[in-house]
């Protein structure tokens, strides 16, 4: 796919823009539980956010994004969740989708260790998930367990697949009686395919240098994650929200790539989320 008419780049860019929010909108609208909430509902989001450039990098990279932002909470097509696609099974206690998710990309003049390297550009993944909850302790309150599959695309001078990622993903949820805060903490595995650790960690023999031997990399583990992140709703229509998340990579598959730098690293953001227009259906 290395050329796209301008209507698909206009379409690709609004699939960016909304992979871009996923993880703002996601601390907004994880909870899983759609009863009662409106069937669509969209606005603008603000947040910024600072992150290692990828598990393992030495040096971070800072994002202030302004970006609109939907939900829509339809029986099998969806923007919820910070994901976007379709809803194929969805019962009390097992739901499966296929959609869309996305991360940041790094510029490699950002990052020493990458200097005269490619870029890593935006970075968006598609495929299925399956989630099961496996207990309600209290009212609010979800445990659940996250489990996607995902196909890697690189959106830079088009869109070029990247490999393939897996994130189990443990997830304790817990939102107040009146829907006005909540907060998560989670924790999860990254693995990668060959492929896709290659991109993230290999050095080709062309972009060798002293302290950077030509590497090439090897599927396995990524990075463990922890992660904790809450929201509070200011009134109907604005809402405050903020993540903090660790990720250690001592013991991946690839440490001991020379674009390996750091055995742990962490994350954070906030922002905030304007509802212009909501509808009057709710979910039932």
């Known amino acids: 796919m290395k050329h ?3 209507a698909g780049l206009r379409a690709l ?6 992979a ?9 609208d994880d909870d899983g539980n759609d009863r009662n909430k409106p069937l669509w509902e969209a606005g603008l989001v603000g947040f910024g956010l600072s992150q290692p450039a990828y598990p393992g990098a030495a040096d971070k990279v800072s994002q202030v994004l302004a ?3 939907g939900v829509y909470r339809g029986k099998i097509f969806r923007v919820a969740d910070g994901n976007v696609g379709a809803r194929v099974v969805s019962q009390d206690s097992v739901k499966f989708d296929i959609g869309f998710s996305g991360s940041l990309g790094a510029s490699s003049k950002d990052v020493a260790i990458r200097s005269g390297m490619p870029d890593l550009g935006f970075q968006f993944e598609f495929g299925p998930r399956t989630r099961f909850v496996l207990a309600r302790p209290e009212r609010g309150a979800e445990l659940r367990l996250d489990v996607p599959l995902r196909a ?5 001078k088009g869109v070029n697949h990247r490999g393939y990622a897996f994130e189990p993903r443990l997830a ?6 009146d829907d006005q805060w909540g907060w998560q903490i989670n924790g999860s595995l990254v693995f990668a395919d060959k492929e896709y650790a290659q991109f993230l960690y290999g050095v080709p023999a062309q972009f060798a240098r002293p302290g950077r031997p ?13 992660a904790l992140s809450g929201w509070k709703r200011i009134n109907r229509d604005w809402s405050v929200f903020g993540f903090v998340r660790y990720d250690y990579s001592g013991s991946a598959a690839n440490a001991d790539s020379p674009l390996h730098l750091k055995n742990s690293g962490t994350a954070a ?6 509802t212009i227009g909501r509808s009057s259906e709710r979910v039932n």
């Open 4 to 6: 796209l008419s301008r």
């Open 13 to 18: 860019a609004a699939l960016l823009a909304l």
């Open 20 to 28: 871009a929010c996923g993880a703002a909108q996601a601390q907004v």
């Open 67 to 69: 970006l609109p932002w």
């Open 152 to 156: 890697v695309f690189e959106a830079k």
């Open 172 to 177: 304790y949820d817990f939102d107040s009686p």
């Open 214 to 226: 030509a590497y090439e990399a090897q599927s396995g583990l990524v990075t463990s994650r922890l």
């Open 269 to 274: 953001g906030v922002g905030v989320a304007w």
